[in-house]
């Protein structure tokens, strides 16, 4: 077993339960995560059902760090639905170090309390472009196609050799 | 289980660099103490003893036969004898506490090996008598800071620019590029700039230090400067005392006049960038160009400017216990783009572009005006790849004092108490080795006892 490295941290139960109410049953559309204010734990900070992702980036604030667990519906090209589940986490340039800090150096205890293996990408946001609707979509499509990811990026390598 | 840190017990957080040592308490914004890394030593003639002094009052004051040295190179210990007066002076002259009540959180460079971390440690323990001590990775710090858990960190630090993938909160030590073109190269090649006479400039400018000059007369600009010495102190003076006070003058200069051209270095482009006003401590007043302002941090980045500084550079070091990871020797450096797209390019591919996208600049190199603008464009450049971005800290201090602001957040928290190595845990576990193995990469300690393998 590996040391966690970390701030120590913990994650509330009401997180996984709320996780698993996302993942299995479907009915939610995205959870806001963040530190309860006695930085002993992470709590929920709202869940939501809407549908509108106008929405849900108004729930990220534009000074404060939050993380987001959203669930993306997208159609595959021969048809029928896929659902991937997207952490986000929210830490805005303007906000304070020390939220930074703590947010950065919990997520792994998040990650391993909830059924990390149900989350199929990770983004990290500074601003709300890094979280708009086509990333979470772009790498949703490359949980889903690693392939064009790697032809892409082997394609940028050859130039860096060549260069 | 013993409570440490947390709101009443305040932890001390201790980053020690290869050009100052931060410590303070954890939670305030700043360290209380920013002092050289540098000692000076006296021989005292009755005893036949070296007296050493430290701190901002111990060396940058004139002391006859006075020899600095200094004992970190790229940012790990080599001299533990002077380390410790460097410890006793920040803790009981500058910070006045008694250090059995505070536990101690320290950083280490990401390339430390273990021998150092045990001896720091032991050191702490056993002389300082800390209940607890915990050690945090610069790099892993940096990231954090910047609220990342993956980043790419760029330190160009005073010894060494060094390039470290952090994945989850864990430093990639295997992969961190690194090489000795650091600030106090550029202060090197800054010296020999403003010692090289030029056209304007006919006669090369003296560098002499505030302490040794006795008088000065007010002169117009670029004119000969008119000043006497003092000559008393010039016979006595250390040849390494007047090399670093001459040094600090350089170091000054840059911080007023250096920078880094945006784009591809041209002598037009650069003049574009406008003059800026000197006056050296001789008296000598001088306007410099663009051109010759921002043409030393070309080192960083140019590979023909790299090669003009080459026999500039500090010998190789002979390491006894060697650390983590290839240093690039100076003869075989590269400009900081390379360094970079060669640490990208040796990740795995569904990390790398989490790495482009999250690029951490830390360390001196940081503070020039434009780095980060030229090092983007040269990326650019070299990779033909638009999707780079970095996130570098607004405020100046946040950028000076990374590291340290990172240990001291972790340092308050009130759940960090249960991740302490104890006084107790140490001891029962001197024997074996109660610290991680460095192999295993990552930020903390530590092997305790009770619930990690051994």
Known sequence: MLHTQSSGIGVSDECVAKFEELRLGKVLKYIILEVAPNLQEIIVGKTSQDADYDKFLEDLPENECKWAIYDFAFEVDGGGKRNKIVLISWVPDDAKVKQKMIYASSKEALKRKLQSGAIAAEVQGTDYSEVAYEIGMFWTSIASSLHALTTEIIAVLSKVAKA | ?454
């Open chain 2, 1 to 454: 289980m013993a409570v440490y840190g947390g709101d009443e017990v305040n932890a001390i957080v201790l980053d020690m660099g290869t050009y100052s040592t931060r410590v303070g308490y954890a939670g305030e914004d700043m360290p209380k103490v920013n002092m050289p890394a540098t000692y000076g030593s006296v021989l005292d003639q009755d005893s036949g003893n070296f007296k050493h002094y430290v701190g901002d009052e111990g060396v940058n004051v004139y002391r006859p036969k006075m020899r600095l040295s200094n004992p970190m190179r790229e940012g790990m210990i080599y001299e533990w004898n002077a380390v410790e007066d460097v410890l006793d002076y920040a803790f009981n002259d500058r910070l006045r506490c008694d250090t059995a009540d505070h536990p101690i959180l320290f950083t280490e460079p990401p390339w430390n090996n273990k021998h150092n971390r045990e001896k720091l440690a032991q050191i702490l323990f056993e002389k300082y008598n800390v209940p607890a001590t915990f050690v945090v990775n610069n790099a892993v710090c940096a990231s954090f800071a910047a609220g990342k858990g993956t980043a790419l960190v760029i330190d160009v630090g005073q010894d060494i620019s060094s390039v470290t993938p952090v994945v989850d909160g864990y430093a990639l030590t295997k992969s961190i590029q690194r090489q000795p073109i650091g600030m106090s190269l550029l202060t090197n090649t800054a010296y020999m700039t403003l010692t090289t006479p030029t056209p304007e400039r006919p006669d090369a400018i003296e560098l002499h230090s505030h302490q040794l000059i006795a008088s000065k007369k007010p002169m117009g600009y670029n004119a000969k400067p008119v000043y006497t010495l003092r000559q008393d102190r010039l016979a006595n003076a250390d040849q390494s005392w007047r090399n670093q006070m001459a040094r600090r003058v350089v170091e000054d200069w840059l911080e007023v006049c250096g920078g880094v051209l945006e784009t591809t270095f041209t002598p037009e482009e650069a003049d574009k960038k406008g003059t800026k006003f000197y006056e050296f401590p001789t008296g000598y007043q001088a306007i410099f160009k663009g051109s010759e302002r921002l043409q030393p941090a070309e080192i960083f980045f140019n590979t023909s400017a790299l090669n003009r500084i080459r026999a500039y550079g500090p010998p190789p070091i002979a390491e006894n216990y060697p650390s983590q990871g290839r240093m690039i020797p100076l003869q075989e450096a590269v400009p900081l783009q390379h360094l970079v797209a060669h640490a990208l390019e040796v990740q795995d591919i569904d990390v790398r572009s989490s790495l482009m996208q999250n690029m951490v600049l830390t360390g001196g190199g940081s503070l020039l005006p434009g780095f980060q603008e030229r090092l983007l464009f040269e990326l650019q450049n070299l990779t033909r790849n638009k999707n780079y971005k970095f996130h570098i800290p607004t405020t100046k201090h946040e950028r000076r004092f990374g590291p340290w602001i990172g240990g001291s957040i972790l340092g308050s928290l009130g759940t960090f108490h249960q991740l302490w190595v104890s006084r107790e845990e140490w001891r029962n576990s001197a024997l074996i080795s109660w610290l991680r193995d460095v192999n295993e990469g990552g930020w903390g300690i530590c092997c305790r006892v009770c619930n990690v393998m051994l």
